[in-house]
């Protein structure tokens, strides 16, 4: 089957993506309201989980665990924000496939119920295991992002699947800006605002606040989706009835049909080198994206004197917003002409050797700051210049995604391999930040290469990246369906 040229339009890691060329089929409409309404259930999730950046080092500190000082924090932070990703990849794989069973909503309807649940208990926390119990809460229950990604294969066909996945970026980045602001603004309001929030209740959960606006955008979520969201699997989804609804229904390949859709593939069947290198490929990205993730809080929080530059949750939460709207809007803009320019996998060579030049500049700032006494104008550049390396990086995500689709054999392999591929993601980004926060704190904490030791590390991890990235086809195909 041949698709749509559109195809150079952007994609984020929770949208699929047909890729093709030269189609001759007419454009089909997309149906507007079904997917506002799952890109509007999407913006939950990025705003969740990004609200808490700006605050979590803080919030380890004040509860007394970090017997190793203000350098052990690292350690507690990446357990932290490890832990959802693990139960993820535990789950994740059985609620894709539970999904194919019993639709997408109940599926969603579990998740974002779990979401809302773990995210208030994160701010009713005032332990370590309570934070710990709190995240594996929202990993284990939580399979919106396959399942997300399927509905938005559903509501499209070849010819316009491409124009939705080019909002879906958009999506998640304004969710990337609002999710730090809210929990940078929003933490220990006791401290702001002491009028209107004089209880010892603010004083006892300063971080409730942000967690508790966070849920009430998961509530509203739940409502939008139990109303207005229609079910896309296919032996689940309410007919429409029509003057060949009848003869269509009762015909014997429309019975094949359902059949066939809800055939289980075989995993084994996967298991080859056209799908292992993209997916590898994708691994390794999200290992690699989540440890910047991971340490750009903490290195924004860590006092100057262990070569930080000891910002505050709100100005953590402002830098992050900065990084999250730039990047959403630069993607959106020139993303589809430089894949066109340049090619999706040069590009995707170029932004991974854009990774080693982002994580350099957190060794540099420290050393600004040790030669300068002060955080100034010369840091601010610094972070500029993060912010357009990032943006470069970011279109990995995109390529990937071609690739990844286009090495599924069949429709009916489009799911599980999304599936698979979830899974693997998910254990890269448990690893990711324990591994790399808790680098962090061994290299500050036993000044190993000067304090920077886990960035040479992650700097060697990008060059095997750039090694699995030559593996690459050359070219996107076009898959056969």
């Known amino acids: 089957m041949k698709t749509s040229k559109s195809h150079e339009n952007i994609v984020n890691e929770t949208t699929p993506l047909v890729l093709a060329k030269g189609s001759k089929k007419p454009k089909t409409p997309l149906p507007k309201f079904q997917i506002a309404l799952l890109l509007t259930l999407q913006l939950s999730e990025p705003i969740a989980s990004t609200s808490i950046f700006p605050y979590i080092n803080q919030l380890i500190r004040e509860l007394g665990i970090t017997g190793g000082g203000d350098a052990a924090v690292g350690y507690y932070a990446g357990i932290i924000e490890s832990l959802f990703f693990v139960a993820q990849a535990l789950t994740v794989l059985e609620w894709a496939r539970l999904s194919d069973r019993i639709g997408r909503k109940p599926v969603l309807i579990i998740g974002f119920s779990g979401a809302c649940i773990s995210i208030l208990c994160f701010g009713l926390s005032t332990t370590f295991w309570g934070l710990v119990i709190s995240r594996c809460i929202c990993g ?84 939008m989706l139990t109303i207005f969201l ?8 309410r007919p429409k009835f029509t003057s060949t609804t009848v003869s269509v229904s009762s015909s014997p390949d429309s ?44 290195f924004f929080s860590t006092p100057t004197y262990l070569g930080g530059l000891g910002f505050d949750p709100a ?12 990047d959403g ?64 990086w970011h279109t990995t995500y995109g390529i990937i995604f071609m690739f990844m689709t286009a090495s599924a054999p069949t429709n009916d392999a489009l799911g599980t391999i999304n599936g698979l591929g979830q899974t693997c993601v998910s254990v890269a980004r448990a690893v990711g930040p324990a591994l790399a926060t808790s680098l962090f704190a061994a290299s500050k904490q036993y000044n190993l290469l000067g304090g920077n030791a886990v960035f040479v590390v992650i700097i060697m991890m990008a060059g095997g990246m750039r090694w699995l990235a030559s593996h690459l086809p050359d070219e996107v195909r076009d898959r056969n369906e």
């Open 230 to 237: 229609e079910e896309t699997l296919p032996t689940k989804r």
């Open 329 to 392: 809007v630069s993607q959106g803009l020139f993303f589809a002409r430089i894949v066109g320019w340049i090619g999706p996998k040069r590009l995707f060579c170029i932004s991974v050797l854009c990774y080693a030049v982002l994580m350099a500049m957190f060794p540099i700032m420290s050393w600004i700051v040790r030669t300068r006494g002060e955080v100034d104008h010369a840091i601010t550049f610094a972070l500029l210049c993060q912010v357009v390396m990032l943006t470069t």
């Open 255 to 298: 019975e094949s049909l359902v059949k066939k859709s809800t055939t289980t593939v075989p995993l084994r069947s996967l298991l080859t080198s056209s799908v292992m290198i993209p997916m590898a490929n994708f691994a390794m990205l999200a290992l690699l994206d989540i440890s910047f993730r991971a340490l750009q809080p903490l």
């Open 315 to 326: 100005t953590i939460g402002s830098w992050m917003a900065l990084f999250g709207i730039v």
């Open 140 to 223: 284990f229950l939580n399979g919106n992002v396959v399942v997300m990604k399927t509905m938005v294969g559903e509501l499209t066909d070849s010819t316009n699947m491409a124009q939705a996945s080019a909002l879906v970026p958009v999506v998640w980045c304004i969710g990337g800006f609002i999710g730090p602001l809210i929990g940078g603004t929003l933490a220990r309001p006791q401290d702001h605002w002491p009028a209107l929030f004089s209880s010892p209740f603010w004083r006892n959960y300063p971080y409730f606040l942000p967690c508790a606006v966070a849920a009430c955008l998961f509530v509203l979520a739940l409502v």
